[in-house]
């Protein structure tokens, strides 16, 4: 399985990977919203997941978000929202933008690993 | 009560000090030695002698010896020293003085640094609360290490000695900044508790990287707590600062509280400074 | 002294080595080079080292143990050590600190960059040694006398480092910096914030004709040691605000080196001048000179200085009941704090008296006996004062905390204020100086500063700080001058006895302020408008600004007049014509209103 972890901070991008490779994902590395993209279009095949930091120059997350519900290609890929906007309002934001979940910072890794799983069975339903 | 710690001081100056100060105020002559923790001084003043290089390098190493505790670092000039007072302010020294200025001046002065500081008003404590707890939740939850909270305190902390700072912005309803700083020993441990691996895998990049993230979540979770209050604010992106005496814009007017945390024998600060902007209430 | 300039390259990497290696050379450095630790130490003992650039590893072992080994040999280990490192596998920097090392640098780095920091530590031997008083050497500041000795042979320019400009990420926070070299594309700066490559950052540039600020984007960053400033290449957007500074950056280049390929011993002289320039501009900021007239006098202006440095010693603190919450300004009085009355829970104005004024003996006694008459006054029109208090030989005195904004405010923010808002002002502020009068009191201080409007628009005199009860039957002389030369009468500038037609005479002086927007007599220090307050007619307000009416003229004129015979003698009087002038207005706008409104068509 393949992930791509998006965040401007490699501090954070290393945090996740160590969350997210003992669950059996492979990792690649985005630090801005235009990466992500680039990412899909490139042809990496086969991407389960994308962990998406809010907060990025260039391309912001939720922006990121949107254009990636909108294409047609990546539209099904899950999308979790990782970002440290915590307030109720900013969460609805995005589950109403098509994240497919939501974890605010700081984190355990424990909290993540289940939002992640959480996530792979709402899609494997 | 605790004593006042006269470093190094010639005869001149111990006894013009003891001539401005009450004689309530406790005067040690020492001589501070690295190392040495300088929490429980009232205050040090410091006599510069020919040798202005040193008594920068030592002015610097007092302030850190200080761990962010709010004590006064005074600087008596020598008559020859003619050198700029901004490098001993930027060094760390609190105020400059000379023995050629107005005694009158200068005793209003020590006095005032000698008054005991003021304790949090309950309304500031209303917002001071939240930044207490989620920093010591976001470090828990990043590092599985315990932050203490100590002490806290309001300056007119322009500068921040320290050696590496993140800051955010804040603005919306309310505006202000919030400063995380910490000396690089205790950066550099942090960082590599979050990421997991042996300091020696870490550089000043990824220090850099890390503290920033670091403010970003101590603000972004606080956040949180002020939905629907005045006190409630947008993030701004996080600047990171290195080295020491680094003048940071708050808005005018506003406190500026120093909230002291203990960590592994060490210390770290946060500033907060927070005016709900006018109108709103 | 320093006769050992060789510089020892030792990199694995071969190409990189000779690309070096060519770059010392053409600076005019000797350079040796090697691959590995054994062929390093063979080059030590046979030649004389300045320095020595080397890889965080070697062929043979790593550039940390290499280090640790010259450390341990008391022969060598005064050599300047440096590492140079890949970006991709930076090592630690701070093992490199420790163990030694006096600096850590980064490639690719750009080759000016590289000669420039090579400079920095191991300079080629000026022809003619430094004269003795060179500036001293603080953390970034060594590195300029070879920078402008150096640019001789390359292109780098130079700008006066007074020059100053601030960086921000978000126009929140903003910190200092300084422009390192500039082009058409972008500028160089160093600066203690940090971004990271592709951020969009702003940097203001306070140029003569105002601030610009201008974005632009990180493109590459550079960082020497985790302890010391980055420099920042950024790159500049394209508009006009950048063709304006950067008019200005070519200006401050050609200003600074005025004689281009001239004499050696120029760079010298700029470098020693470059510390004092800065300097001047750190102590006027230091001082924060509270009021410009007073500054053009150096004592004055040192004493201010002890006054703010005084006030900010109280920041964070508590007198007795009443705790300093901020800092709000400083007058020529005191310090104003806003405060928290812990025991009746309520914000308070706090003043603290200067310490000047606090060590008069003379003053003290009076202030202490003045207080109790003061606090008595209950007027809805003055600020109340709650207490007066002495801690620690600190005199203060806590007094309503109003919200709002001082008719000082309002004149500098240029509002109208000759108008019928304007009157209504001054009768409320007659009435109720003519309710202090009759306690036989006068303020002594009366000026715009110490005219409030609250949020709710209504008046209030503060600050009776300097208030002083008269004996009308044994008048007193009075001891030194009190109060703001601006509006200072003259019977108070002569000592004579005063009574409240000085309060008069102030009041008149800054209603002439806010009627025509300009102080009636204005001069280069303290001394010369006190001269004409005591000697030189007023221009007349209506020649000063032609909408005031002669009548409102005439009234603020005779308030001011110089002999205090010459004046109105009560407030009584002065309300009663301006009421007089007011009815006057406010016929004639009604009359305006109904036969004069502009009737469709009409022009």
């Known amino acids: ?125 | 009560m605790k004593p006042i710690l006269l470093n190094d001081c010639s005869r001149e100056v111990s006894l013009l000090l003891a001539d401005l100060l009450d004689e309530k105020a406790l005067l040690l002559n020492e001589r501070f030695e690295n190392h040495k923790r300088l929490d429980d001084y009232r205050m040090i003043v410091l006599e510069t002698r020919s040798d202005q290089k040193r008594v920068l390098n030592q002015i610097s190493k007092m302030r850190y010896a200080c761990n962010f505790r709010n004590i006064p670092i005074i600087v008596m000039r020598g008559r020859e020293d003619h050198f700029p007072v901004q490098h001993y302010i930027m060094a760390g020294a609190t105020e400059v003085l000379s023995l050629t200025d107005p005694p009158a001046a200068c005793r209003q002065i020590l006095q005032g640094y000698l008054i005991p500081d003021r304790r949090p008003l309950d309304q500031e404590m209303e917002y001071l609360k939240p930044f207490i707890e989620n920093t010591v939740s976001v470090i828990q939850t990043m590092t599985s290490g315990t932050a203490e909270f100590r002490e806290m305190y309001f300056s007119n902390a322009f500068r921040i000695f320290g050696d590496i700072s993140g800051i955010i912005g804040l603005s919306g309803d309310a505006e202000g900044t919030v400063v995380l700083t910490f000396y690089w020993a205790l950066a550099w441990r942090i960082i590599s508790k979050m990421m997991q691996v042996q300091e020696e895998a870490i550089n000043a990049e990824l220090i850099h990287d890390g503290v920033g993230e670091l403010i970003n979540m101590i603000s972004g979770s606080t956040k949180k707590n002020f939905v629907g209050t005045h006190y409630h604010y947008e993030l701004s992106l996080p600047t990171v600062v290195v080295g020491s005496g680094h003048q940071i814009g708050h808005p005018e007017g506003a406190s500026i509280a120093i909230l002291i945390f203990d960590m592994d024998n060490s210390s770290f600060a946060v500033h907060v400074c927070l005016k709900p902007m006018k109108g709103t209430s | 002294m320093n006769d050992k300039t060789d510089i020892l390259l030792i990199n694995r990497d071969e190409e990189l080595l000779e690309s070096l290696e060519t770059q010392l050379r053409q600076a005019g450095y000797a350079v040796h080079t090697a691959m590995d630790m054994r062929e390093a130490l063979t080059t030590i003992t046979s030649h004389p080292l300045g320095l020595i650039i080397c890889d965080h590893a070697l062929e043979d072992v790593n550039g940390y143990d290499f280090l640790y080994y010259l450390k341990s040999d008391p022969l060598r280990d005064c050599i300047p050590f440096v590492f140079l490192v890949p970006l991709k596998d930076q090592g630690s920097a701070f093992k490199a600190f420790e163990m030694g090392a006096i600096d850590f640098w980064v490639y690719p780095l750009e080759v000016k960059d590289f000669i420039m920091r090579v400079r920095k530590i191991d300079p080629l031997q000026p022809s003619k040694t430094p004269p003795p008083g060179s500036p001293p050497s603080s953390p970034t500041p060594p590195a300029e006398h070879q920078e402008s000795k150096e640019r001789r042979k390359t292109e780098r320019v130079r700008i006066a480092p007074s020059f100053k400009i601030e960086v921000s990420r978000d126009g929140i926070v903003w910190l200092p910096g300084q422009v390192m070299n500039f082009n058409k594309g972008g500028v160089f700066v160093r600066t203690p914030l940090l971004g990271k490559q592709g951020l969009t950052l702003k940097i203001k540039f306070l140029l003569p004709a105002g601030v610009s600020i201008v974005s632009g984007e990180i493109r590459h960053i550079v960082f020497n040691s985790s302890h010391q400033q980055a420099g920042m290449g950024i790159k500049m957007e394209q508009d006009q605000e950048w063709n304006r500074v950067q008019g200005h950056l070519e200006s401050l280049k050609v200003s600074e080196m005025p004689s281009r390929g001239g004499n050696s011993g120029d760079p010298w002289k700029s470098a020693a001048q470059a510390p004092a320039k800065t300097i001047m501009v750190c102590n006027q900021k230091e001082q924060h000179p509270p009021d410009a007239l007073l500054t053009d006098n150096p004592r004055k202006s040192e004493a201010e200085s002890f006054n703010i440095r005084f006030y900010q010693s109280l920041i964070g603190k508590q007198l007795d009941n009443y705790k300093a919450v901020s800092f709000i300004g400083a007058g020529a009085m005191g310090g104003v704090f806003k405060g928290w009355d812990i025991a009746l829970e309520r914000e308070v104005a706090l003043k603290v008296i200067s310490y000047e004024l606090a060590s008069k003996e003379t003053f003290r006694d009076m202030f202490i006996k003045e207080a109790r008459t003061i606090s008595k006054l209950d007027h809805p029109n003055i600020a109340h004062i709650y207490y007066i208090g002495i801690t620690d030989n600190i005199l203060y005195f806590v007094m309503e905390f109003i919200t709002g904004q001082t008719l000082k405010n309002m004149i500098d923010r240029r509002i109208n204020l000759n108008n019928l808002k304007g009157i209504e002002y001054l009768i409320t502020i007659c009435q109720a100086l003519d309710f202090v009068s009759n306690k036989h009191i006068i303020h002594r201080d009366i000026k715009p500063e110490n005219i409030l409007i609250d949020q709710k628009g209504s008046v209030k005199i503060v600050d009776f700080g300097v208030a002083k009860t008269i004996d009308a039957d044994n008048p007193a002389k009075q001891e030194g001058i009190v109060g703001s030369p601006l509006y200072m009468s003259p019977d108070c500038i002569v000592g004579r006895a005063m009574d409240h037609r000085s309060d008069i005479y102030s009041l008149g002086a800054s209603f002439y302020h806010a009627f025509t927007g300009t102080p009636p007599f204005e001069g280069k220090d303290a001394d010369e408008v006190l001269l004409k307050h005591l000697n030189e007619p007023c221009v007349p307000l209506n020649v000063k600004n032609p909408k005031v009416s002669k009548t409102l003229g005439e009234i603020i004129e005779r308030m001011m007049a110089k002999n205090p015979e010459d004046r109105y003698q009560d407030y009584a009087q002065i309300i009663k014509d301006i009421k007089a002038l007011r009815s006057k207005v406010m016929k004639f706008q009604k009359l305006k209103n109904s036969t004069l409104m502009p009737r469709p068509g009409s022009i």
């Open chain 1, 1 to 125: 399985m393949k992930v791509i972890i998006a965040d401007d901070s490699q501090v954070m991008r290393t945090i996740i990977e160590k969350v997210v490779r003992p669950l059996g994902y492979e990792a690649m590395h985005a630090c801005n919203g235009q990466e992500v993209l680039s990412l899909l279009e490139k042809g990496c095949e086969g991407i389960d997941l994308i962990l998406m930091d809010w907060n990025m120059p260039v391309l912001n997350g939720l922006e990121a978000l949107n254009l990636i519900r909108k294409s047609n290609q990546f539209s099904s890929i899950p999308v979790l929202m990782v970002s440290t906007e915590s307030e109720d309002d900013k969460i609805r934001q995005a589950l109403d933008a098509g994240a497919s979940g939501y974890i605010s910072k700081p984190f355990t890794s424990e909290t993540l690993a289940a939002v992640i799983s959480k996530a792979q069975e709402k899609r494997g339903v």
